[in-house]
Nanobody, 125 residues
Framework: QAPLVESGGGSVQAGGSLKLSCVVSGYASSRYSWGWFREPPGKRREGVATIDSTGTTSYAHSVKGRFTISKDNAKNMIYLAMNNLEPEDSGMYYC???????????????????WGQGTLVTVSS
């Protein structure tokens, strides 16, 4: 299966926005859920947002109201729109595809699903 490939990371100032993208063509079946995790420097990987084929989503409390996960079925892509970014949002962001439902996937930072290589987000104050 084709690997997951993330893009869209970069450096922004606090209050700015970024949109991450992930190609999930190798894991586009409706039996999968997809998600975004992040790993801040020196900290543990944590779930950010997840979504399944029905559009059911789950979000980490820290990003609710600021981040939006979405999926384009025609393009086999998932996205993470990040607004009002804070320095605490900095880290490597990973895309994942797994058969776990969104709420469970959100709390499974080292699951057996397929992971991308990550894209770096840096938010300066």
């Amino acid at each position: 299966q084709a690997p997951l490939v993330e893009s869209g990371g970069g450096s922004v100032q606090a209050g700015g926005s970024l949109k991450l993208s992930c190609v999930v063509s190798g894991y586009a079946s409706s039996r999968y859920s997809w998600g975004w995790f992040r790993e801040p420097p020196g900290k543990r990987r944590e779930g950010v947002a997840t979504i399944d084929s029905t559009g059911t989503t789950s979000y980490a409390h820290s990003v609710k109201g600021r981040f939006t996960i979405s999926k384009d079925n025609a393009k086999n892509m998932i996205y993470l729109a990040m607004n009002n970014l804070e320095p605490e949002d900095s880290g490597m962001y990973y895309c994942v595809a797994d058969t776990l439902p969104p709420p469970v996937l959100l709390t499974t930072p080292h699951g057996m699903g397929a992971w991308g290589q990550g894209t770096l987000v840096t938010v300066s104050s």
